[in-house]
């Protein structure tokens, strides 16, 4: 007996402040701007002051991972494949859902097929085509246009789930947990 966890949330004030340590670790920020952030942010460059230099560094930060595709950095930074409707206005990636006109002729340098959120413009393409959704016996006016959930209606309310991760390891049950970015 067992469980399995596939991506998992476990505490979100570490997850978040772990980035800046997981992104000098791969050198995608300097050994000074690194030092200085640490040094002026104590570990926390969630809770910045706007008129700190903590704040300062989280910016500069953030303006060197801006073009860097944090989830997967092994994969390529693609600005117009992103899965979701309603990003932050921090983030400069266009939704495929808000301008997927001529989608392939704006893409200049970038193959779609290097782009890991290219399946999700597919997939609504696919979806919403008028011969699959008579292969697929799709009712006329019974289901609109598909679009992809991206989200849940749930509210939440628990920002840590280490103390449950603690007592499950410490029962017979065996675990099986797994991250896959995208």
């Given amino acids: 007996m067992g469980y399995i966890l596939g991506n998992p949330q476990t505490d979100t004030y570490m997850n978040e402040n772990s980035r ?11 050994d ?3 030092e ?22 989280v910016q500069e930060i ?3 991972l801006r073009d860097i595709n944090t989830e997967q950095i092994l994969e390529p930074y693609c600005t117009l494949s992103s899965p979701r409707k309603n990003e932050e206005k921090s983030n400069p ?11 392939l002729s704006q893409l200049g340098g970038e193959t779609p097929q290097s782009c890991h959120a290219f399946r999700f413009l ?23 246009y598909w679009e992809r959930c991206v989200s849940l209606a749930y509210t939440k309310d ?3 789930t280490i103390a449950c991760h603690r007592n499950l390891s410490m029962t017979s049950l065996r675990a099986l947990i797994y991250s896959v970015a995208g």
């Fill in 62 to 64: 953030k303006e060197l």
């Fill in 158 to 160: 628990v920002s840590s």
């Fill in 32 to 34: 000074t701007l690194y």
């Fill in 93 to 103: 990636r266009r939704s495929l859902v808000e301008n997927h006109t001529d989608f």
């Fill in 20 to 30: 800046v340590p997981f992104a000098h670790r791969l050198t995608l920020i300097s």
């Fill in 122 to 144: 597919l997939s609504k393409i696919w979806a919403n085509d008028k011969d699959v959704r008579k292969a697929l016996y799709v009712r006329e006016g019974t289901k609109g």
């Fill in 36 to 57: 200085s952030a640490k040094a002026n942010c104590n570990g926390d460059y969630i809770n910045a002051n706007a008129s700190s230099k903590c704040e300062s560094d």
